[in-house]
């Protein structure tokens, strides 16, 4: 097994050139993001606030992504009956990294109106709430309040990766990969209710600046199994993974670490289950899609291929402890995607 530092000192993220002050993963994002001593400009920044709702039968999923120059919030309705996904986004240009908040744990409150559509993110004590509404979805519109609910005893994934080639380079990554979920979204005449024992939220805060070229792989489910709350976070593709992962079994809240774990498709198909495999054979995993995704965008100065699934995660894992626990048909999704921004 690969070295997992754990960081477990608080500290600010950056030296005052910029470097790391330390790498490796933590159950809590103990690492204040620092901003005034990053160490590239504006236009290199990349910052995001993504979060994703699901259940058996539908989810959604809202995200603001700023990269300096230019900011897209969107959002995504998924349909899990009817194996749909819908979604609509919109752009603000040069917004030089000011959007987001510098905390992924204070209270703070993001509001991005347009005349396309309106949406909050929020954070208020335990909970974290999103809000939509948009009159124009689908000619029915779309409108509601899901409120996530944050555990503090829970871990969570976080991890702060460098890069061998420039130490000015970063990656620092919150997952919270398992919040209950209750709410509502109105779709033209139809309801949609959130259940905080069926419907979970998924956070992705990240912050960074990498290279140009950039290609990462990425996975996550939860659900309830044999009455115990069990979530996982995958994938690799940022930086300098040789003094951590982000791979991390949770059982009951408590993150349970794992080494490498590799993504096992067929050119990238999301219409065909992936397997993933991990070098200390304690996670062995089949992901079998419900709703397959592919995307490609080429604007010259950006250019995005996205291979993307939702789906029923089946298999093994196994704890600290030696103990497995079998796992069917959970809800989660994974994704490979190839970036120039």
């Excluded at 993001?110 to 005349?115: G, V």
């Excluded at 990656?171 to 005449?189: F, T, V």
């Excluded at 029923?312 to 069917?328: F, P, Q, R, S, V």
């Amino acid at each position: 097994m690969g070295e997992q530092n754990e960081i477990t000192i608080p500290s600010g993220l950056f030296n005052k050139d910029g470097s790391l002050v330390q790498r490796g993963w933590a159950r809590k994002p103990i690492l204040s993001y620092n901003k005034e001593d990053i160490g590239k400009g504006w236009s290199r920044i990349k910052e995001w606030d993504h979060f994703s709702v699901l259940n058996n039968q539908f989810g959604f999923q809202l995200t603001i992504g700023d990269i300096g120059y230019l900011t897209q919030m969107s959002y995504v309705w998924l349909d899990f009956e009817k194996n749909e996904r819908e979604g609509k986004g919109q752009f603000k240009f040069f917004t030089k990294s000011k959007l987001l908040p510098l905390s992924s744990l204070e209270d703070y409150s993001i509001e991005f109106p347009s005349k396309k559509f309106c949406a909050i993110i929020e954070k208020k004590g335990k909970q974290r709430i999103i809000t939509i509404d948009d009159p124009t979805f689908l000619d029915k519109g779309i409108k509601g309040t899901i409120i996530l609910d944050d555990k503090p005893e829970w871990d969570n994934t976080v991890v702060a990766t460098g890069y061998k080639d420039d130490p000015r380079l970063f990656y620092y990554n919150h997952k919270i990969n398992m919040m209950p979920a209750e709410g509502s979204l109105q779709i033209g005449e139809k309801e949609y209710s959130f259940k905080p024992d069926t419907s979970f939220g998924l956070m992705d805060w990240g912050r960074g600046i990498w290279p140009y070229h950039t290609h990462w792989l990425w996975g996550s489910a939860c659900g309830i199994v044999n009455g115990v709350p069990v979530a996982f976070n995958i994938g690799y593709g940022f930086g300098d993974l040789s003094t951590h992962t982000e791979n991390i079994i949770f059982y009951d809240g408590k993150a349970h670490k794992i080494d490498e774990v590799t993504f096992h498709h067929e050119d990238r198909d999301p219409t065909k289950p992936w397997k993933f495999t991990s070098n200390d054979d304690r996670f062995n995993m089949v992901l079998t899609p419900l709703i397959p995704h592919k995307e490609k965008l080429n604007f010259g100065l950006i250019y995005l291929n996205s291979s993307l699934l939702h789906g029923l995660y089946t298999g093994d894992i196994i704890l600290d402890n030696g103990e497995k626990i079998h796992i069917k048909d959970i809800l989660g999704h994974a994704e490979d995607i190839f970036w120039r921004w």
